[in-house]
């Protein structure tokens, strides 16, 4: 009689990168109750077989740990097919015809809002890509559809990490918001469009990232639901299951009604995607009470690793320094958050973020920032309350000195990047931007490496798929000059991968349970179309999963042959 552990499945016949401390290759993997039991040759593997043990032929395919993405924003793909969508609109007349497809279900009175005009996912090229080179009036749109209000959406900016952002409204839409020629734009960003007579032609221009008209002049539009927000959150791991991503991070935090629409998933059985989301705070209302207090009371939720289990888990806050006047007008749609699905208002002058800091670090709490001015508060923190085994987090990397590296190494800090904006479509202006004598301060991953930094790949959803971080961390190509930004700081394949892997799951403070395809580990993995270590460098960004399991259940299945 066998004393082996019997196993649920086994696969077998691939070339498996472990990811483990040593880079091991195996060729099958034995799995009971979620958990890997073997892993190595194939007769070591085939002794944990039993009657009841499932099989999967993996044909010599590359199989990975599943994929950790370290700034996800996982929600929002899903989202993007609420509203209908306007691809392939080449010309007004074409986005004419769709506006009336889409009043002809529609009650009289009855809103029309739609994603932007432009093609997903970056909607590059506009308007100049209409046939008129221009955006549609309020007029055309009152054609296509005169007895409902129209209002087309501005995109979310950090998709295509340029300006400007525009919405545009029709005639029915703009009484109902009340925008004459009269109409005052609700912040010096936004431009309200005049036509000759001096009345507005129904188009807003935004300066900045991120949209604020549709929460000031059109909240009265429909926006994201709840029960949309729930609905959408499985679409978007089946997105993200697709590239073999198994977990996210959700640094920049979530809102409470992102927060309801996860928990909800979860409490139904439906969330497959392992998400490990961070506090957004909203602090109006709060100013006066000693930060202490208020970080003493979240600290049995959010310090360490938080409350949750494997699926879902809520630790750790985001800040950030300054309140800005436009986000303060974003603020004022709350509960609502838009495409954000975090608070607006998680600002705080820089002595009173300290302050927070302070009482987070005490507390046990992990902090997260993600932008260049918070690495000097922490070192600030650092001197009152030690941060140095919190795990306290630097997002979306974009430069960084050698001197700014040892002291990121010196306060423990987990780095996460955001090579998608920093080195693809940003890289080959930052060196002239920040007076920079060459470009190796540039999402300087190799600086990192040499010194220990445990950095973490992202998407920032800007597309889902890691395999383009971790191509753009070998590769270092411009999407612009289709040169290489700061070559020195390339990293291997290995590296990119355990920085896909590895540091992922040291991010979300489950090293010891993921992240590596090791005996005794969550059994999440992603069995691919390519090898990433062999597979010709421009193909890497275009690995995907045949096959992706979380827990040992199949959560994608590619088609036959892909």
């Not at 073997?38 to 010599?60: C, K, W």
């Not at 093609?119 to 209409?130: A, G």
């Not at 909800?264 to 909203?282: C, E, I, N, W, Y």
């Not at 920040?434 to 999402?443: F, K, M, R």
Request: one cysteine or more.
């Amino acid at each position: 009689m066998s004393t082996h552990e019997p196993a649920d499945l086994i696969l077998s016949g691939g070339k498996i990168i472990t990811a483990d401390a040593r880079f091991s290759i195996a060729e099958s993997v034995a799995i009971r109750a979620g958990r890997f039991i073997a892993v190595g040759e194939a007769a070591m593997v085939e002794r944990h077989r039993a009657p009841h043990t499932q099989s999967i032929a993996l044909n010599g395919r590359a199989v990975l740990p599943g994929l950790i993405d370290g700034h996800a924003h996982m929600d929002r793909e899903g989202l993007k097919s609420v509203f209908p969508s306007l691809a392939g609109c080449r010309s007004i007349a074409e986005i004419q015809a769709r506006i009336a497809e889409l009043a002809r279900d529609k009650a009289p009175g009855e809103w029309i809002v739609t994603m932007p005009i432009g093609e997903p996912p970056f909607y590059f090229d506009l308007p100049d890509s209409l046939a008129e080179g221009r955006w549609p009036t309020r007029q055309e749109l009152d054609d296509a559809a005169p007895n409902n209000p129209v209002y087309i959406r501005a995109i979310w900016g950090y998709w295509r990490h340029s300006q400007p952002l525009v919405s545009i409204a029709n005639s029915r839409a703009l009484r109902l918001a009340g925008v004459t020629r009269e109409t005052a734009p609700p912040h010096p960003s936004v431009t309200i469009e005049k036509d000759a007579a001096g009345e507005p032609n129904g188009v807003f221009v935004e300066r900045g990232f991120v949209p604020l008209v549709e929460l000031s002049l059109f909240h009265m539009a429909p926006g994201f639901t709840i029960a949309q927000r729930m609905a959408a959150l499985p679409r978007s791991t089946a997105y993200y299951h697709a590239f073999g991503t198994t977990s996210v991070y959700e640094a920049h935090g979530v809102s409470s009604e992102l927060l309801a629409a996860y928990r909800q998933v979860h409490a139904a059985g439906k969330l497959t995607m392992r998400s490990h989301l961070a506090f957004s705070p909203d602090w109006r209302g709060m100013e006066g009470v000693p930060m202490e207090r208020l970080i003493g009371g979240w600290a049995h939720q959010l310090a360490g690793a938080g409350l949750g289990d494997d699926m879902l888990r809520l630790s750790g806050i985001i800040t950030e320094i300054g309140r800005t006047p436009d986000n303060a007008i974003r603020a004022q749609a709350a509960p609502y958050t838009g495409w954000a699905g975090f608070n607006y208002d998680m600002g705080l002058e820089r002595e009173r973020a300290k302050e927070m800091l302070i009482a987070c670090a005490r507390n046990g709490i992990r902090a997260i920032g993600i932008w260049p001015n918070m690495l000097d508060l922490f070192a600030e923190v650092n001197e009152v309350a030690p941060i140095r085994d919190l795990r306290w987090v630097l997002g979306h990397i974009a430069v960084l000195t050698r001197e700014q590296v040892s002291q990121i190494r010196d306060l423990g800090l987990v780095v996460s990047t955001h090579t998608n904006r920093y080195i693809y479509k940003e890289g080959h202006l930052l060196q002239e931007r920040n007076g920079l004598p060459d470009e190796d301060a540039i999402s300087p991953l190799r600086w990192l490496e040499e010194a220990g930094v445990t950095t973490a790949l992202a998407t920032d959803n800007v597309p889902v798929s890691m395999f383009y971080p971790m191509w753009q961390a070998v590769s270092r190509m411009s999407m612009v000059t289709q040169q290489m930004v700061g070559e020195r700081q390339a990293i291997s394949r290995e590296s990119a991968i355990r920085a896909a892997t590895n540091a992922g799951a040291y991010l979300t403070m489950a090293e010891k349970d993921k992240g590596a395809i090791e005996v005794g580990k969550l059994a999440d993995l992603a069995v691919l179309t390519a090898d990433p270590l062999t597979v010709e460098l421009p193909a890497l960004k275009d690995v995907a999963a045949k096959l992706t399991m979380v827990g040992g259940k199949v959560v994608h299945e590619g088609r036959s042959g892909a």
